[in-house]
């Protein structure tokens, strides 16, 4: 009969392992199973075991295991246990944030602020389900700030490729330009040889000819002298002398001067300089335009403007006035300094302005960070803060640079161009109508927002009563 038995429950338990579903990866197995594990369906948390249908039965069927707790069927069971009474943990104390079970309410945490564990679980998954949403948008960002590189580098590499192209163009233009200067200077040199060559050429052949006839001369006066005939000696040299006369060509200041080559190469370098000069302006206007693409519309800031400056009312044109106006002595306005901020600021990037400068005398432009001193006597450089330029006395140009730069111009620019590169630390000025780089501060180190700086100095009686006009930006 026991032989029966076992023989019927293996029987049932191979037919239902049949029916029901083995256990896969991330399911809960049945631990009881002796072969192949099935899903549990659930699991007690008095045995502390996960069953499979088949070995479930005796919690539906037994009035003793009727009365045990069963859940969903979970992991790791013994963590769902209190230690300390050995209750499953089914409460949650918000005092101290940590799993109690029901004799923890009444001894350890009697005062605490206890919830079922489930009420807690349905916030805490709502908070989870609100740090996945963030968690989303921060690999959405993500993702789209790799794109976003990944576009900055194929533009960078689109602009490398065309930065080489045109420097491999010009490059190859100079070169050209260059060697045919070469080769111009050889064949000069080479055809004034061959002009001296065929003038001493022809001198020789002549020297020749009439040595010639000297020597066949020579000859008949030879034998003449030898004769012993009186008369037929004299008859012969009266012959001689009639028929033909020595040669009267005077050779002894007949000269061939080597041609002379002083200011050849000069010239020829002078003629490179020329075509170079060309190249050069055509390379500074490819360069102007480029940096004009990265054009911004600036206005002036009247909350930063001395009280001596009158703005327009676009905000694109300042002068200075004798009269002082009373404003409020803010932190952004300048007290002494006769300039005006632009209101927009650049941390990034690269931007560019023009300002008129036409009919003035004196002026200053530039950028300036977020961070100068805008009160009290302030000194322009880099090291305070200021990349300028400024004209003084009609015709003295400097970059203040510290110590300042003289600069020589060909001719007063009308308009001056600022194109400044924050992430290279690059500040440029431009004359606009000449197509010519001013000045240039190379590798800078910008860490704060970077504002246009205009100050168009006092008006020095009317003489320099012209504002500074911000332009529109025209690329031609």
Sequence with gaps: MVAQFRQSAQQKTSSSSSEQQVSKPGEVPNYVCTGTKLKALKSCLVCLVSYCETHMEPHWTTSGLKRHQLVEPVENLEGRMCTEHDKPLE?????????????????????????????????KKVDLGKTEAEIQQMIQKRRLKIQELKHSVDLSEEDADREIAEGVQVFTSLKESVERGLNELINTIKEKQKTTDKQAEAFIKDLEQEISELMKRSTEVEQL???????????????????????????????????????????????????????????????????????????????????????????????????????????????DCGCVLGKQSFSSGRFYFEVQVKGKTKWTL???????????????????????????????????????????????????????????????????????????????????????????CNNAGGKNSAPLIISPVRVN
């Design 91 to 123: 409460l949650f104390c918000k005092s101290d944030q940590t799993c109690v079970c029901m004799l923890c309410t009444v001894l350890d945490h009697k005062t605490h602020d206890v919830v079922p564990l489930t009420e807690e679980w349905e916030g």
């Design 225 to 335: 002298s030898r004769s012993e005939d009186h008369l037929h000696l004299l008859q012969g040299v009266q012959s001689f002398n009639i028929q033909q006369p020595p040669p009267t060509e005077d050779w002894t200041e007949v000269s061939v001067c080597p041609s002379s080559y002083e200011g050849t190469v000069v010239k020829a370098v002078v003629h490179l300089k020329e075509t170079l000069s060309t190249e050069m302006k055509k390379l500074l206007e490819a360069e102007l335009k480029r940096v004009q693409r990265y054009a911004v519309d600036v206005t002036l800031d009247p909350d930063t403007a001395h009280p001596e400056l009158i703005l327009s009312d676009d905000g694109k044109q300042v002068n200075h006035s004798d009269v002082r106006k009373n404003l409020p002595d803010n932190p952004e306005r300048f007290s």
């Design 366 to 456: 530039g950028v300036v960070r977020e961070s100068i001193d805008r009160k009290g006597t302030i000194t322009l450089s880099p090291q305070t803060g200021y990349w300028m330029i400024w004209l003084r006395n009609e015709n003295e140009y400097k970059a203040l640079a510290g110590p300042p730069v003289r600069l020589s111009l060909n001719s007063p620019p009308q308009k001056v161009g600022v194109f400044v590169d924050y992430d290279e630390g690059l500040v440029s000025f431009y004359d606009v109508d000449a197509a010519a780089l001013i000045y240039s501060f190379p590798g800078c180190s910008f860490t704060e927002k970077l504002f246009p700086f205009f100050s168009p």
